[in-house]
């Protein structure tokens, strides 16, 4: 059975930081390319960040770029998101899923596996 567990969120002032992590199990994780969503209050699913198996590449939405960094631990099969300067607007539940390789990374529907999330919010 595929486990995906968040970890990390919570309450933050405006400017501040959190680091989340996921960690995974029942899957070849090195084998799958790993996103983060999130679901604001009230608002649809929006992807946040990807990074590809293999090469480790990463992507980015225009959202968050240049301030949060993805990486991945494929020998402890955890995947991170280090969130610095965060605004209110980033306050969503975040969730971690994972895909096989070979569909659009930056795409939230083509995962078909998930986390049940962790609540960042952010305010003073």
């Known amino acids: 059975e595929v486990q995906l567990v968040e970890s990390g969120g919570g309450l933050v002032q405006p400017g501040g930081s959190l680091r989340l992590s996921c960690a995974a199990s029942g899957l070849t994780f090195s084998s799958y390319d790993v996103s983060w969503v999130r679901q604001a209050p009230g608002k649809g699913l929006e992807w946040v960040s990807a990074?590809?198996?293999?090469?480790?590449?990463?992507y980015y939405a225009d959202s968050v770029k240049g301030r949060f960094t993805i990486s991945r631990d494929n020998a402890k099969n955890t995947l991170n998101l280090q969130m610095n300067s965060l605004q209110p607007e980033d306050t969503a539940m975040y969730y971690c899923?994972?895909?096989?390789?070979?569909?659009?990374?930056?795409?939230?529907?083509?995962?078909?596996?998930w986390g049940q999330g962790t609540q960042v919010t952010v305010s003073s």
């Open positions: 899923a994972a895909k096989a390789v070979g569909t659009p990374i930056t795409k939230w529907d083509e995962y078909n596996y």
């Open positions: 990074i590809s198996s293999g090469a480790g590449r990463t």
